[in-house]
């Protein structure tokens, strides 16, 4: 019977008496190739993105677009190993994500980028504030998200129940970051009241001033003595509403005039943002 090229040569195998040998060394080999090849898990992917936050108050979007964003676009372009530019432009301040391609290193990314920024500080027009650089990367994905919801209790609740929880996961082993995100703020408002501040000679700088230096905490000195040293501190800050009213913001017909003579104050909830 005549064998072609490929019957000749499974001919010649299967009558070799080396082939034996050749299979056990080919499993051999590849036994080696898998114990000895470096391998990972969950290899890291490199992909270096920076977010870029600059505040302009009081000015629009669109100034914002025009005077901020494109010319700093333009600058971050320049730099080499970028690949993408996404920017956000809003009332008053504007967000610019750069990504660099993939397999760039981290740290000289960054150094590239803020010695761009930096070299560029005299271009800055007035009343931009200087850039923010806030480097991200995959770990800054959460991995994990709770949703905290009630019938029975209020955002505000809800909140410091969450700041229970989040203080409870910091001390979870490998917990690198936690974000509280919602819920409502608590805030004591102080609503001043125009007539009664007139009739008391004060004005609303007055009370701002007294309740800052009333909601402040120093250190006075130290005292020696007997071989050990006593820190003396003075001033507390302010817990509630009742401490807010009691503060005295001035004095009236040789008589102290405290926050509740010239304001309402309530302790609630801060506006939704």
Do not use: C
Not at 4 to 15: C, Q
Not at 40 to 51: A, H, L, R, S, T
Not at 109 to 114: G, I, M, T, Y
Not at 134 to 160: E, F, M, N, Q
Request: proline share 5%; hydrophobic share 45%; aromatic share 4%.
């Amino acid at each position: 019977m005549h064998l072609g090229p490929s019957g000749s040569i499974a001919h010649a195998f299967v009558n070799s008496k080396l082939t034996p040998l050749l299979v056990i060394a080919s499993i051999l080999l590849g036994a080696m190739a898998v114990l000895l090849l470096p391998r990972e898990e969950e290899p890291q992917i490199k992909v270096p993105m920076v977010d870029v936050m600059v505040g302009m108050p009081g000015a629009s979007a669109k100034e914002v677009e025009e005077r901020v964003v494109r010319p700093m676009e333009q600058l971050l372009w320049e730099i080499q190993g970028v690949e993408y530019v996404y920017s956000t432009a809003m009332s008053g301040q504007a967000m610019t994500i750069v990504r660099f391609k993939v397999g760039e290193d981290v740290e000289k990314s960054l150094v590239k980028l803020n010695q761009k920024l930096q070299a560029n500080f005299d271009r800055i027009p007035a009343g931009v504030t200087s850039p923010m650089i806030k480097p991200r990367s995959i770990d800054d994905v959460p991995i994990l998200a709770l949703t905290l919801h009630s019938s029975r209790y209020d955002h505000l609740t809800l909140r410091r129940i969450a700041t229970e929880i989040e203080a409870a996961v910091k001390h979870v082993p490998q917990v690198a970051e936690t974000r509280l995100i919602g819920g409502a703020h608590r805030q004591i408002r102080v609503q001043l009241d125009p007539q009664r501040l007139a009739g008391r000679g004060l004005a609303a700088t007055d009370v701002v001033g007294a309740l800052s230096a009333a909601n402040s905490a120093d250190q006075a000195g130290r005292l020696i003595d007997a071989n050990s040293t006593v820190l003396v501190e003075t001033g507390d800050f302010l817990h509630d509403e009742r401490d807010v009213a009691a503060v005295v913001v001035g004095a009236n017909a040789g008589k102290p005039v405290y926050v509740r003579d010239v304001a309402t104050v309530t302790d609630g909830t801060a506006d939704p943002t």
